[in-house]
């Protein structure tokens, strides 16, 4: 029997025989404990999404789901762990859009690839951003913030979580489209940038309805407006961006969760089927409401799609700011 014939007979007969055996794998997973990194500080808009999700699993799959929070260069070290932990399916991550549409742009040295290192399982859903301010800036307006930064040009202090996150490019879009200057300070999430925003040390911040809507209810914040382009299900009487005088302005956070590239594709589907089903539930699908979470849970062939279309739109937006990280 020729050479080749014999080779692909062997690989055929390999494939039947994973195939079964990982279909037995996925049915018995988990069989011990599963470590869910959120590449930021504990306190930001990750948690809101991860922490919850991680205790609906463990009680779903009895085993638990530990999350840890690695955060550092704008989520890159969080991804770094996770893109070279064991392909096993007890190593996860839940990231936001940056670490996989924005830091491949901004970083010249990544050690990581959203593609060639991940297994993508489910874009969770999307969020909008609201432009909050201390108020003591005498502004309620979006168009009164444009006006009051023209008039002190880089003198308005906005802070985010990291240079390149979600928080900070939402900035640099508004300041590009609008034509106004401030000052930007970088903190390593935006958990950590929260308290100085409410003491004032901070003016401005883009800032998630989850990490502080409490916040912005109780009057310690004043937000202005949504940063997406339809108005945000955790406050429909705010208006956005684009309706406040900066018309096209469409800005905003997604999450998503992905195993490390090699992850057995039925331990990949299993987790799919349980998140898709767990974010659907009343639950927890009222409490991302809650906090301003419009659900998707996507296939993991459409949050590639995602990724792709998200990485082309930001990478115009840095180049145009010329936004640059070593």
């Known amino acids: 029997m020729p050479t080749q014939l014999v080779l692909a007979f062997v690989c055929s007969a390999l494939l039947m025989l994973i195939g079964p055996a990982q279909q037995a794998r996925a049915q018995t997973y988990p069989e011990k404990p599963v470590r869910m990194v959120l590449p930021y500080p504990p306190g930001g808009g990750a948690d809101v999404v991860g922490r919850p999700l991680a205790q609906r699993l463990s ?13 550092g260069a704008s989520g890159n070290i969080g991804m770094e762990i996770v893109a ?22 901004l970083y010249s040295k990544l050690t ?13 859903g999307t969020a909008s951003y609201f432009l909050s301010v201390h108020p003591t800036l005498p502004v309620r307006t979006i168009k009164e913030f444009i006006a009051l930064a023209r008039t002190k040009p880089g003198q308005i202090v906005y802070g985010s979580s990291g240079n390149g996150s979600g928080l900070h490019l939402s900035m640099e879009l508004l300041k590009t489209m609008a034509n106004v200057d401030a000052l930007h300070v970088p903190y390593k999430g935006g958990g950590p940038a929260l308290p100085d925003l409410l003491s004032g040390q901070l ?6 309805w989850g990490f502080a809507g409490s916040h912005i209810r109780a009057g310690r ?28 302005y469409d800005s905003g956070v997604w999450y998503a969760t992905l195993a490390p590239r090699g992850t057995p594709a039925a331990i990949v589907n299993r987790l799919h089927g349980e998140i898709s089903a767990l974010i659907k539930s009343t639950d927890l699908k009222e409490r991302y409401t809650a906090d301003g979470i419009d659900i998707i849970a996507s296939t993991p062939d459409e949050l590639t799609a995602y990724i792709k279309t998200d990485t082309a739109r930001w990478a115009e937006v840095i180049k145009r700011a010329n936004i640059k990280v070593e």
């Open 59 to 71: 009680e779903k799959l009895g085993r638990q789901f530990i999350v840890d929070n690695r955060g």
């Open 84 to 105: 070279k932990s064991p392909p096993d399916g007890y190593t996860l991550v839940l990231c936001l859009g940056p670490q996989l549409s924005v830091n491949p742009t």
């Open 221 to 248: 914040l004043r937000a202005l407006a949504a940063s997406t382009a339809k108005r945000s299900p955790a406050a429909p009487q705010m208006p956005t961006i684009a309706e406040s005088g900066v018309p096209g």
């Open 112 to 124: 990581y690839d959203p593609f060639r290192d991940f297994a993508p399982i489910m874009l969770i």
């Open 203 to 208: 003016q401005a911040m883009f800032t998630s």
